[in-house]
């Protein structure tokens, strides 16, 4: 079966030298005839890691070559040494970053929550000589984030867990993500694996728990007018954008997913029934949605 080989790029912040993994999927369509091969990033939420996409990455190969990431903090990536760094515009500068490393002048981007957020900030950049995102998919995540779903996330978010099995880890962690729709137990062990990372003598989440930082100062304000911000930046996107919304989210409210079809992009948007926030894009259904979008002429 095809696998990704992990490979990394050194980033720069304020507080120095970082280094960004990513996971490549080689591209397995040749007889398209296309170099390079054209690139999609696809970019996970706020506490998960890159090998989210495996299944959607392999679907993906006869026509891309597939970058997934593991944003900074989480993974196979760096912790930060300053963790004020966990922000939206700082994962942005990653990703320019690995564009770089990439050697591609275009992209198509598919960003789940936190890794839509990153393709929204990307996308409505400036430039001189053309923005590098052609098509956009935001997973289950626009502008106006619902308190209600911080709140919840941020009730579990960096909390000390230490697990002995990596059973008893993926039990927890469906406790917390049963939104993410119906999984198989194999399906979830899968997805359950590269969350965790050995801990002694047994395991413990993958991530920085100080990513829960910046994220438990948020207050009603802030996240208000962090919402009039991020509409803003949505209005400056230019490409194509493909709106996935699980039907059941509690984070992307429908009237805010309607508004994204009526301005900016313009959005084309699609929901899944039976998912909340968000759709894992790991089933034929929701793959088949995004790849028709994609590659679409």
């Known amino acids: 079966m095809n696998q990704p080989q992990l490979k990394f790029?050194?980033?720069?912040?304020?507080?120095?030298?970082?280094?960004?993994?990513?996971?490549?999927?080689?591209?397995?369509?040749?007889?398209?005839?296309?170099?390079?091969?054209?690139?999609?990033?696809?970019?996970?939420?706020?506490?998960?890691?890159?090998?989210?996409?495996?299944?959607?990455?392999?679907?993906?190969?006869?026509?891309y070559r597939v970058i997934c990431p593991d944003v900074v903090g989480r993974g196979r990536s760096d912790w930060l040494l300053n963790p004020a760094g966990y922000q939206v515009p700082s994962y942005v500068s990653d990703m320019v970053t690995l564009l770089a490393r990439l050697d591609?002048?275009?992209?198509?981007?598919?960003?789940?929550?936190?890794?839509?957020?990153?393709?929204?900030?990307?996308?409505?950049?400036?430039?001189?000589?053309?923005?590098?995102?052609?098509?956009?998919?935001?997973?289950?995540?626009?502008?106006?984030?619902?308190?209600?779903?911080?709140?919840?996330?941020?009730?579990?978010?960096?909390?000390?867990?230490?697990?002995?099995?990596?059973?008893?880890?993926?039990?927890?962690?469906?406790?917390?993500?049963?939104?993410?729709?119906?999984?198989?137990?194999?399906?979830?062990?899968?997805?359950?694996?590269?969350?965790?990372?050995?801990?002694?003598?047994?395991?413990?989440?993958?991530?920085?728990p100080k990513i829960a930082a910046a994220f438990a100062a948020v207050t009603p304000d802030m996240a208000a007018a962090g919402s009039n911000l991020m509409w803003h930046v949505y209005d400056a996107i230019r490409c194509p954008t493909l709106l996935l919304r699980g039907a059941d989210s509690d984070l992307l409210a429908l009237e805010t997913a309607q508004a994204m079809t009526q301005r900016g992009p313009k959005a084309r948007l699609h929901e899944f029934a039976g998912v909340g926030h968000a759709p894992m894009l790991g089933v034929l259904d929701q793959i088949a949605v995004v790849r028709e979008f994609l590659i679409a002429p």
């Not at 999927?25 to 170099?35: I, M, N, P, S, V």
């Open 104 to 208: 591609t002048d275009q992209v198509d981007w598919v960003g789940t929550s936190m890794g839509g957020l990153i393709g929204m900030g990307l996308a409505a950049l400036p430039s001189r000589s053309g923005n590098p995102l052609r098509r956009l998919v935001l997973n289950d995540v626009g502008p106006v984030i619902a308190i209600e779903a911080l709140q919840r996330i941020g009730s579990y978010l960096g909390l000390p867990l230490h697990f002995d099995t990596a059973e008893q880890g993926a039990a927890y962690l469906w406790t917390i993500a049963k939104s993410f729709g119906p999984h198989s137990a194999e399906q979830w062990a899968a997805l359950s694996a590269p969350m965790l990372t050995p801990d002694g003598n047994g395991l413990k989440l993958h991530y920085d």
């Open 9 to 63: 790029v050194q980033c720069l912040s304020a507080s120095g030298l970082h280094r960004m993994a990513y996971w490549e999927w080689a591209y397995r369509g040749e007889d398209l005839g296309r170099e390079p091969a054209p690139v999609l990033v696809c970019v996970h939420g706020l506490s998960r890691q890159g090998r989210d996409f495996d299944v959607l990455a392999r679907r993906m190969t006869d026509r």
